[in-house]
């Protein structure tokens, strides 16, 4: 478990009365062939929230986050992002995907791009930007993460943590209203895991609204507004960050206790 | 120099000169036709999916000398006076598209699967992610394989001597007509043919091994 300083202490946001909710699961299926892997999810992730979802693996979390930016269609239930119903007759995917960033374990940056490049590809080619703006924009994503210096480094010659963070800094780069974070830190070495969540406790801190599946019990402890313990495709347990000093389930006192 | 004049060394190096052209129309025209094969391969379009992978598979089962035949004969029966030049680069582009597809293919295929993913959570359309993402890392990938089948294209212009196509084969087989010297002359042509396609061999191997190392 990596246990990390922040400069930023971030302040949970209780959800507001009458907001809508940025994501919103009712009784939420999903399949893959005969194996159900969602077995009606419920979950609401307010504008502003930190929602982290735990759980062991094969539990459904990363299929639950991956439903929601519709890498994974569901095929029960209801689903709304962003105030898309992603089941709806008229959604269309891709504008959803305007608005909602991923990031994945493997980063997935482009290898034949320089850093300043992977980041302001999508600016470009979705949003229109020109040459001047998008490399402005390039350069305060970069300096987000805390990587001004790496604009013209390719993504193989920095460590994993530098391209995780250019991960980021390239889904930011869209300006997203919510951000997904996919186990971003499991391929990376203890070390290196830190100065990945440094960045993503800023942006918790600076309001985003954020749904990540991760192992780092303590970071989810810190920076979740809503931590929610998945087990055996259900919502098993969900509340605060301190829930996980007191467990109310056998499962997630087992989970908990087991150290992942 | 061993019993043939240096004006039929000469001769040869002409049938050389030939055998360069039509590779060249061969690779050219296989490029043109067997980039879009390579894409409809790879399309998620039944139709295109099926009619290419047929045509490939159609290609491939038929000797290229046969594919000449059909080419320069077939096409003279409906009335076209094709020469012998024009038949065999047809042929040869017939030839080549199909294996090149098949090769680029491949290439396309062998980009990981995330990086189509990566590109879709960007919003970028499937042509946008074709263009920017996949195809400048699928090029990078097919450089060796496709010098490497330069050389197969280069050697098989030799069946046009079937057609009566004027190459570096055809002016060899002349010239032994003429001077009853077959090892001399054969030999000089397999050098020839040799001169021709060791550099191509090698140029593919070093692209290969600076690949390797990138991706190491």
Known sequence: MTVISMNSVHTPVAPQDG??????????????????????????????????????????????????????????????????????????????RKEVGIVFQSYNLFPH????????????KVNGLDAAESRALAAEVLEQVGLSDKALSYPEQLSGGQQQRVAIARSLAMRPKLMLFDEVTSALDPELTGEVLRVIGKLAAGGMTMVLVTHEMAFARQVADLVVYMHQGRVWEAGKGTMLDDPQTVELRQFVGSGL | MLGVSIDQYGFLVQGAFWTIVLSLMGFVGGTIVGLPVALARISRGWFLCRVSSAYVQFVQGIPLPVIMFVVYFGVSIYGFDVNALVAAAIAMT???SAYLGEIWK?????????????????ALTSVQRFIYVILPQALRIAVPPTVGFLVQIVKNTSYSVVIGFFDLTYSAKILNNATFKP?????????????????????ARRFELRLHRRNA
């Open chain 1, 19 to 96: 907001a809508q909710p940025m994501v919103s699961f009712r009784d939420v299926h999903k399949s893959f062939g005969a194996l159900e892997v969602l077995k009606g999810i419920d979950l609401d992730v307010m504008p502003g929230q930190v929602a982290a979802l735990i759980g062991r693996s094969g539990s459904g979390k990363s299929t639950a986050l991956r439903c929601i930016n519709g890498l994974e269609k569901i095929n029960g239930g209801e689903l709304t992002v962003c105030g898309r119903n992603l089941r709806a007759r008229d959604f269309e995917l891709r504008e959803l």
């Open chain 1, 113 to 124: 791009l320089t850093v300043e490049q992977n980041v302001t590809l999508a600016p470009r």
């Open chain 2, 94 to 96: 017939l030839y080549s």
């Open chain 2, 106 to 122: 491949g290439c396309i295929q062998a980009v990981p699967k995330t990086q189509w993913e990566a590109g879709e959570c960007l």
């Open chain 2, 183 to 203: 090892f001399v002359i054969f030999t000089a042509a397999a050098l020839i043919y040799f001169a021709i396609c060791f550099p191509l061999s090698r140029y």
